[in-house]
C-alpha cells in the first residue's frame, strides 16, 4: 500500500513569504496531483504532475521520481492562499491515495 | 460549463435506509471516482471506474456500491447506512491535466 507524507501539517506565513510544502511517498507512481481546498470545502486541482515542474502564476509543482518526493511552492504569498493543500499519488489503473493535507494560514 | 454535479448537498437519514448519491460529469472523462473525507484521516477513495462497466475497489470500499451504466454518471449506493458512513463524500472525473471535483455531499446516518 502506498503510504503518502505530507509536510508541515500546518504552516502560517506572512504575506510575501516564499512557501514550501513537501509530499513523499512510498511506491512508484503513475502521476501526482496537488489540491487545494478552501474552508468551504470545495476542491480544486492545481496540477497534475509525473515528471520535472510545472508553474502556473505563482505557484509552482515539482517532483523527483527517483526520491518519491514532490514539492509545492507559492511565490508573495497572499492571504486569498490560505487553504488545505492536498498531495495525491495515482498508481495502477488509477487508484489514488491521499495524504493528509497542509493547513496554510497567510497573515496580512 | 465544465463540471461535476453532485447531488444532494446535505443528506440526513437512519441506519439501513437505502439511499443513492448521484455524480454526473459533462466533459466526456472516462475515468470517475468516489471519495470520503473524514477528520483526522483524510481523503480516502471509496471507488473508480476506468470505463462504462469497469468499476474497482479503492482503499475503503466496504458498504458501499456503484454502477457505471453510461459515461457520464455514477452514482454511490448505500444499501444499509450505518453511522460510521456518517462523512463529506465527493465524487471526481479526470480529465487529461487534472482532476474535477464535485462540490460534496454531507451525510450524516443517525
Known amino acids: 500500500k502506498n503510504e503518502v507524507e505530507q509536510s508541515p501539517q500546518n504552516l502560517t506565513a506572512q504575506e510575501g513569504e516564499f512557501i514550501t510544502i513537501n509530499c513523499s511517498y512510498s511506491?512508484?507512481?503513475?502521476?501526482l496531483h496537488w489540491l487545494q481546498q478552501h474552508p468551504g470545502g470545495g476542491i480544486v486541482s492545481l496540477f497534475m504532475l509525473s515528471s520535472g515542474k510545472k508553474k502556473h502564476g505563482r505557484l509552482i509543482a515539482t517532483i523527483n521520481i527517483q526520491e518519491k518526493h514532490s514539492s509545492l511552492h507559492i511565490t508573495a504569498s497572499h492571504p486569498r492562499d490560505s487553504a488545505v493543500y492536498i498531495c495525491?499519488?495515482?498508481?495502477?489503473?488509477?487508484?489514488?491515495?491521499f495524504g493528509k493535507g497542509t493547513k496554510l494560514s497567510v497573515i496580512p | 460549463e465544465a463540471q461535476v454535479t453532485q447531488n444532494p448537498r446535505y443528506l440526513i437519514t437512519v441506519t439501513g435506509k437505502k439511499l443513492t448519491v448521484t455524480c454526473s460529469q459533462n466533459m466526456n472523462h472516462e475515468y470517475m471516482s468516489w471519495y470520503r473525507q473524514d477528520p483526522g484521516l483524510g481523503l480516502r477513495q471509496i471507488y473508480y471506474s476506468m470505463n462504462v462497466e469497469v468499476t474497482d475497489k479503492g482503499d475503503v470500499p466496504e458498504g458501499y456500491k456503484v454502477s457505471r451504466k453510461e459515461k457520464r454518471n455514477f452514482p454511490l449506493i448505500l444499501e444499509s447506512p450505518s453511522p460510521n458512513q456518517t462523512s463529506l463524500y465527493f465524487c471526481?472525473?479526470?480529465?487529461?491535466?487534472?482532476?474535477?471535483f464535485g462540490s460534496g455531499t454531507q451525510l450524516s446516518v443517525l
Open positions: 471526481a472525473s479526470k480529465g487529461n491535466e487534472k482532476l474535477f
Open positions: 511506491v512508484g507512481i503513475s502521476a
Open positions: 495525491a499519488v495515482a498508481v495502477g489503473s488509477y487508484q489514488l491515495t
